[in-house]
């Protein structure tokens, strides 16, 4: 049940898996591969057949057939050192099917770990992404085995993989990915690594390496920053290594391979190789990245809470989309996440089915009145709000905790859906009218028509002003200390404003739709009194003049325009007084499985659920393995390899809002750093929302990684008459206090 590397090859499949014949062919070329073995299928299906079912569950609690623990403990202290512990499974690395990412891989591990390293593998085999994809190929459960491969880790200084085919254009050319530290940054894509295409000549992308992974002497993966993000991983000579021996690799196996490497000095070893199971892939579409790019701007760093609002809103999306003749396809399975809580989007199939409907859309009178939301669909969500909010928790049953959940979702679900009918047809709105602007020449866009409304934003802007300026001298030197004495502020006179202006605004969070991970003001009482602090700089008023030959030939579409953009801003605060109570009743289910709210952001919600439902899911043992990997589950989620969707050609981004400033860039994640913007920078951020509307009375230019013109932070900071170019990709990737120059108007940014 344990056999060498050296003593297997590529015809082995049923005894060691894809993983682990190939690498016993690799051995047999000649080609450097460390040292290693497999625990064989039979060692598995030894294990497996004693159980009363196979599942993930049970699996992960198999026991070792006999003697077989003692001699895999001896077999791995002879490899010395940390080990990588790797599923290889029968069905894996294969011409026809990769199986790539399916099963689980444990780095860094030693001594006795290596029997739940082991289990852990054996296990993943049943996990629910892994019996999907065996479906999507067609692969009956009962044909497939697994094996583990046990191999002397690599302590790599520079690491990554190699196509010996380029996977987007198909020109014969070797195309080398690389980073600094082990190969784990490249795969998941937690940093932007550097590309080589290797033919006649060499051409190098250096990328950004912010951070790297490297193998620590007890076994763990350390994450350290990168004194030079933008310094070569490897030199062209190392690359020409690389591609020479990936070219060997394809010309034995006759087919187009991708492989795994490492650089240990100047030491090269493979670490892996398959077949190129996939056909060449094409650049998303426009509208496939602008689908894309938007479910990131709105979700920018989804908790596995958080992914339940995200399948709430795809297919709602897919289904508006569908009205005005589009079809977007793969909605079911653009997201995915692994058993670490990381989680993935791809892009969509998006594809005009039917065109006449986009143009009647354009051309007709929209059939729903946008001044009916407030009493239809306004009134329904604020009844539910008011509802969930004030419901007694504590008599409930669990069960009845968690029906009560999956109503107020099924719930908010269908005003979501309403609200996205009721947007789209402003959307097509402000198309009709943009299209009017341009042929009128008028230098105007449809955002320059709404300057001067009232509407719930622009409400809740001025009142926060005069809050902020009405509070005496004693109440502004509470708010410039650091932390801020929430305690102490209470105490005064000025705390009944305070209150006052929460009871009406106080649902507003940063990361709307993310609802379970963001706080409202009500509920971060430290961050709203920051803002608050900040919010005596004035926010805009306009005095606007509509142009008169829309007043005169098109008046209904203009007052129907304005009046959909007062229902948007309705609509946000109403579903972020959902939110809280979503928050309210994820909150109590938390405690219930003694967890703090921060660890129940782990859980899926289904998990969640079914933990309330008493089916005896180790919710702790998934806390405990998510937690560490939630850096890399926030890079791999923004991760794209494809850019903006509306980006420039020849520019940065998307210009949102015209006009051209110059400041230091200062780096703002969340509103834990909003005390860092000081009047005059650039604020940089993956995205905005409403709550950080007054931010943007300090800045002098908007710099972030997700967005388009329509996004709220275009709408605002035109109001503020400040540049913003946003879909930029590399963003985050800004030095912070780098002068940067923004251009509004053409979408670039230079520093």
């Known amino acids: 049940m344990i056999i060498d590397l050296h003593c297997v090859g590529k015809d082995d499949l049923d005894l060691v898996g894809g993983k682990g014949a190939n690498l016993g062919e690799l051995i047999r070329m000649g080609m450097p591969v460390p040292d290693g073995f497999c625990l064989t299928t039979q060692a598995y ?50 011409p026809e099917a990769s199986f790539a990412g399916q099963q689980e891989t444990v780095l860094g591990v030693v001594g006795d770990d290596v029997i739940a390293a082991v289990r852990r593998c054996w296990a993943s085999l049943w996990s629910e992404r892994a019996i999907a994809y065996r479906r999507e190929q067609g692969i009956d459960d009962a044909d497939v085995a697994l094996a583990v491969v046990v191999q002397r880790m690599v302590p790599a200084d520079a690491a990554g993989v190699a196509f010996t085919v380029d996977p987007v254009t198909g020109s014969r050319e070797v195309s080398i990915e690389s980073a600094f530290g082990l190969g784990e940054s490249v795969v998941s894509g937690a940093v932007t690594p550097d590309a080589h295409q290797v033919g006649r000549r060499i051409r190098r992308r250096p990328g950004v390496k912010a951070t790297r992974i490297d193998l620590a002497p007890n076994g763990s993966t350390v994450t350290r920053p990168v004194a030079d993000p933008t310094a070569p991983a490897i030199t062209d000579r190392q690359a020409r290594r690389i591609a020479s021996l990936a070219l060997r690799v394809e010309r034995h196996y006759a087919t187009p391979m991708d492989i795994e490497w490492a650089l240990e000095g100047d030491r090269l070893w493979l670490l892996q190789a398959r077949p190129v199971t996939t056909s060449i892939e094409k650049r998303p579409g426009l509208l496939a990245r602008m689908f894309r790019d938007d479910v990131i701007e709105h979700f920018p760093s989804p908790h596995p809470l958080d992914l339940a609002m995200v399948e709430m809103l795809l297919p709602i999306l897919a289904s508006v989309a569908r009205r005005i003749g589009l079809e977007i396809e793969g909605v079911d399975d653009l997201v995915t996440m692994d058993d670490d809580g990381v989680a993935r989007i791809g892009h969509p199939r998006v594809r005009v089915r039917a065109p006449w409907r986009i143009w009647t859309s354009l051309r007709r009178r929209n059939r729903l009145d946008p001044r009916d939301w407030e009493h239809a669909e306004g009134r329904r969500a604020r009844q539910l709000a008011a509802r969930f909010s004030t419901l007694p928790l504590d008599p409930l049953t669990d069960g009845e905790l968690a029906a009560a959940m999956v109503e107020l979702l099924a719930e908010a679900r269908e005003i979501v859906d309403r609200r996205m009918q009721y947007l789209s047809q402003h959307l097509m709105r402000g198309l009709r009218l943009d299209a009017l602007l341009r042929v009128t020449r008028s230098g105007l866009s449809q955002f320059d028509l709404l300057g001067d409304l009232d509407y719930v934003t622009a409400t809740l802007n001025r009142e926060l002003h005069e809050l902020a300026t009405s509070a005496p001298a004693e109440v502004h030197a509470l708010l410039n200390r650091s932390p801020i004495d929430v305690e102490a502020l209470r105490g005064t006179a000025w705390w009944v404003d305070v209150k006052a202006f929460l009871d009406r605004f106080g649902a507003r969070a940063t990361r709307m739709y993310q609802v379970f991970s963001s706080r ?26 509509l142009p008169r030959f829309l007043v005169r030939r098109f008046p209904r579409l203009l007052a129907d325009y304005r009046a959909g953009h007062v229902m948007r801003e309705a609509s946000v605060q109403e579903f972020e007084e959902l939110g809280v109570a979503m928050r309210r009743l994820a909150g109590q289910a938390a405690g219930r499985l003694g967890l703090t709210r921060e660890e129940a952001l782990f859980l899926t919600l289904d998990e969640t659920l079914r933990a309330l439902r008493g089916e005896g899911l180790d919710v702790a043992a998934l806390v405990e393995r998510r937690q560490p990997e939630r850096d890399r589950a926030e890079a791999v989620w923004s991760a794209s390899t494809h850019g903006a969707a509306t980006a420039n050609a020849s520019g940065d981004g998307v210009p949102a809002s015209p006009g051209r400033a ?13 005390h860092r913007l000081q009047p005059g920078d650039v604020l940089v951020c993956r995205a905005t929302d409403p709550a950080w509307t007054p931010l943007f009375a300090r800045a002098v230019a908007v710099v972030a990684s997700t967005g388009g013109r329509l996004s709220h932070a275009a709408i605002v900071a035109r109001e503020y008459g400040i540049p913003a170019v946003l879909g930029v990709p590399e963003a985050m990737d800004i030095v912070d206090g780098t002068r940067l120059v923004v251009d509004g108007s053409a979408g670039t940014v230079s520093g």
Do not use: C, N, Q, Y
């Open 45 to 94: 299906r030894r294990a497996v057949a004693a159980l009363p079912g196979i599942t993930a569950e049970t699996v992960a609690r198999a026991e070792l057939p006999d003697g077989l623990e003692a001699e895999l403990l001896e077999a791995t202290a002879a490899l010395g050192g940390p080990v990588a512990v790797r599923s290889s499974a029968t069905a894996e690395d294969l």
């Open 520 to 545: 409202s003001w009500r509920e971060d009482l430290p961050g709203f009194l920051m803002l608050a602090a900040m919010a005596v700089d004035a926010p805009p008023t306009k005095d606007i003049r």
């Open 662 to 674: 110059s400041g230091p860039a200062r780096i703002i994640h969340g509103p834990e750093d909003f």
